[in-house]
C-alpha cells in the first residue's frame, strides 16, 4: 500500500512537470496544413524565407506539415478564387503575401482562419483590414512593411548618389499612389523634379513608358513598390539599362536582378519572422494576442556592375551606407 501510494505521487508529479512542454509542442501525431497565397512562385524570397524560419522551428514538409501553396503568377485577378480554394481545404493558417490583394482576398473568403499578413505595399490600419498594430483585433496579424516611410529616404539617397540629379521619371500604378504622393512631397524639399510614368492598363507599357522618360530629360527612374513590378523586375531592369538610366528600386532582389540600387527592408527576413506567427497560431495562440510588427533593419545595395555600365562613379558618401556592394 505504501509503495502504492508513493508509485502514484511521483506519477502525479511527473505529469505535472511534463503539462508545459506538452502545452508548448505541436499535438503528437498530427499535421499542420499552412496555406500560402500569393503571386509569386515558391522561389520568391518572401516564400523562401517563411519555409525557412518554419524548418528551423522544427516543421518538416511531408511530417509534421503541408504547405497548399497558391500563386496567380503576376494574375491579380485570380487571387481571390485562389483564396476560396485554401479555405474550403480548411488551412490550419492562411498566409497571405505580399499585395493588399492577398490580404483583401483572404479576408473575404474567411473570419474564421488564422491570417498571417505580409504586408508589402499597404498599410492595413488605414484600410481597415485591422484595428491597430498593437492590438490588431479579428482573426489577422502578422508583418507589416510600411512603403510610404521610405518613399523620401529611397528619393534622397538617389539624390546622394547622383549630386546632379534634377528630373527623376518615377514608375507607380494604383497600388502605389500613396507612395508617389510622398514622392512628390520629397521632391520639393529636395529640389527635384518628377515626371510621372503611372501604369493603368494591364499589361503596363514599360517600353513606352521609359522612353518618354528620355524624352522628358530624366535623368534616373524611381519604381515605386509594386506587386505587377516586383513579378515584371527582369523586363524594367532591362528597359532601364538600354535607355541608361539608373534605378532606385524598393527592395534588395532588383539590384541583385541588375537594377543600380535598392533600399528597403529585407522580403526574406519579413517572410522568416512571418513562421514565428504560424508557429505560435498552430500552438493555440489567437491573432488577436499577436500585436501586428514592422521591421526594424533595412539594406541598402548597390550594384556595382549595372553602375559602371551605365558609366558611373558612386560617391564614396554613398558606399560607405550601402549593406551590400555587388562588385
Not at 129 to 154: C, D, F, H, M
Not at 188 to 206: C, D, I, K, M
Not at 214 to 233: I, T
Not at 275 to 289: E, F, M
Request: proline fraction near 6%; charged fraction near 15%.
Amino acid at each position: 500500500m505504501w509503495y502504492s501510494a508513493v508509485g502514484c505521487i511521483v506519477m502525479l508529479i511527473l505529469s505535472l512537470l511534463a503539462a508545459p512542454r506538452a502545452a508548448d509542442a505541436q499535438r503528437p501525431g498530427t499535421v499542420a496544413r499552412v496555406g500560402f497565397l500569393g503571386i509569386l512562385p515558391r522561389s520568391s524570397t518572401l516564400f523562401v524565407g517563411l519555409h525557412q524560419g518554419l524548418q528551423e522551428l522544427g516543421y518538416v514538409e511531408g511530417q509534421n506539415l503541408l504547405i497548399e501553396f497558391r500563386t496567380a503568377a503576376g494574375h491579380l485577378e485570380r487571387v481571390p478564387d485562389l483564396a476560396a480554394d485554401l479555405v474550403r481545404l480548411n488551412v490550419d493558417v492562411l498566409v497571405a503575401g505580399g499585395p493588399e490583394a492577398t490580404l483583401r482576398a483572404a479576408s473575404d473568403a474567411t473570419r474564421t482562419i488564422p491570417i498571417v499578413m505580409v504586408a508589402l505595399d499597404y498599410d492595413p490600419v488605414a484600410l481597415g483590414y485591422i484595428a491597430g498594430l498593437s492590438r490588431p483585433g479579428g482573426n489577422i496579424t502578422g508583418v507589416v512593411l510600411q512603403q510610404v516611410e521610405l518613399t523620401g529616404k529611397r528619393l534622397e539617397l538617389l539624390k546622394e548618389a547622383l549630386p546632379q540629379l534634377r528630373r527623376v521619371a518615377v514608375l507607380w500604378d494604383a497600388s502605389a499612389a500613396d507612395q508617389w504622393r510622398a514622392a512628390a512631397e520629397a521632391a520639393r524639399g529636395l529640389r527635384v523634379q518628377l515626371h510621372s510614368l503611372e501604369q493603368h492598363q494591364v499589361p503596363y507599357a514599360y517600353e513606352s513608358a521609359l522612353a518618354a522618360a528620355v524624352q522628358e530629360g530624366a535623368d534616373a527612374l524611381l519604381v515605386l513598390a509594386s506587386p505587377l513590378f516586383s513579378h515584371d523586375r527582369a523586363r524594367i531592369i532591362a528597359l532601364a539599362v538600354q535607355h541608361r538610366l539608373p534605378t532606385m528600386f524598393g527592395a534588395p532582389h532588383y539590384p541583385e536582378a541588375g537594377g543600380l540600387m535598392a533600399y528597403g527592408a529585407s522580403v526574406s527576413d519579413m517572410g522568416h519572422r512571418a513562421a514565428s506567427y504560424v508557429d505560435r497560431i498552430l500552438k493555440g495562440t489567437k491573432p488577436t494576442d499577436l500585436p501586428v510588427e514592422q521591421p526594424t533593419t533595412f539594406e541598402l545595395v548597390i550594384n556595382l556592375k549595372t553602375a559602371q555600365a551605365l558609366g558611373l562613379t558612386m560617391p564614396p558618401v554613398i558606399l560607405y551606407q550601402a549593406t551590400k556592394v555587388i562588385r
